[in-house]
């Protein structure tokens, strides 16, 4: 995908996830979100602390002993900016194309698909994906280890979408619509849209 193309589908997701954030009750603000420890509210929080600078990164880094997701978790979770300036916040941030520190511009696409799942799955809304965003999204995550290392916890298996051209892996296939892949490498679980091969054992099943 190239630089554009990324860049449309990240302002598009911020669009639409900033509709979503004001829409949402204070009870549903509330609930715990897919991201364990983490309340709806911290992860629409936290899409809007992409834009920290190094400095502010670095700072907070030391502060938790260059724990990041410690630090991560601690910087969304302490902002108790009200969900209405969140929303706002988001949609101030459509054109930018600044990527967390550390990052590359990828980064921000990740997060809005899988972060927008961990906020409308809990809740029960059905947020459908982009199938070409979602294909380089999880392409970016089966190709780079860290933090997911999706090929070491899916040795043997080949992941084919039913929906867009990916695959990944080798071994017995698996097949979903790219929304439950990318779901399913990024550590979410339970995905009930794979089709797992008969043979496959109950630890790949559980994600």
Do not use: Y
């Amino acid at each position: 995908m190239d630089s554009d193309t990324l860049w449309r589908h990240i302002d598009h997701e911020r669009l639409s996830l900033a509709d979503l954030i004001e829409s949402l009750t204070p009870e549903q603000l509330a609930t715990p979100s897919s991201c364990e420890g983490w309340t709806v509210r911290d992860v629409a929080v936290h899409l809007t602390q992409s834009h920290a600078g190094a400095r502010e990164v670095l700072s907070a880094a030391a502060r938790h002993g260059f724990r990041f997701n410690t630090m991560i978790r601690e910087m969304a979770i302490r902002d108790r900016t009200p969900a209405d300036e969140v929303a706002d916040k988001l949609r101030r941030m459509v054109g930018s194309r600044r990527h967390p520190f550390g990052t590359n511009e990828r980064a921000p696409l990740i997060d809005s698909l899988l972060h927008g799942q961990d906020i409308a799955v809990p809740l029960g809304i059905d947020r459908p994906m982009p199938v070409d965003a979602a294909a380089a999204a999880a392409r970016e995550i089966w190709d780079v280890a860290f933090p997911f290392f999706a090929r070491r916890h899916n040795r043997g298996l080949r992941f084919v979408a039913t929906d867009v051209d990916f695959d990944a892996g080798t071994g017995r296939v698996v097949e979903a619509p790219i929304r439950d892949i990318l779901m399913h490498v990024s550590g979410r679980t339970p995905v009930r849209g794979l089709r797992w091969p008969d043979d496959v054992g109950s630890r790949h099943r559980a994600g």
